[in-house]
């Protein structure tokens, strides 16, 4: 298995690249998705909603937290899943940043 050399690229490529990662599952962008709709939600409706297993929609959460996209409060019994407000327009804002560099050629192609 090849090596990464992620000290090659700067903190927030690194940082673009982990949540690209995390957006790379269609399951997590409809947690996402979901999340977004209903500002808040259990972790049971996910299950309705994706109609995946509980274990599976679990391990996408966890995937999504790490990158701190989502938070949870525990409930009793419940976990109850939101976006962070602070993360996301963090994560927005280097996303925007990439994408807002680029300038429509006035040819309109760039070759």
């Not at 995390?22 to 049971?44: D, E, M, T, W």
């Amino acid at each position: 298995m090849g090596v990464t050399k992620t000290d090659l690229f700067s903190d927030v490529q690194n940082e673009i690249a982990v949540a690209a990662k995390a957006f790379a599952h269609p399951a997590r962008v409809a947690i996402i998705q979901y999340l977004l709709k209903s500002n808040a939600c259990i972790n049971g409706d996910l299950v309705q909603e994706l109609g995946l297993a509980q274990a599976t929609i679990s391990q996408h959460l966890r995937e999504l937290k790490e990158i701190g996209i989502i938070q949870g409060t525990i409930e009793g019994s419940r976990v109850s899943y939101c976006i962070n407000p602070i993360r996301w327009e963090e994560i927005k804002s280097q996303f925007n940043g990439i994408f807002n560099q680029f300038k429509v050629p006035e040819s309109g192609n760039c070759c």
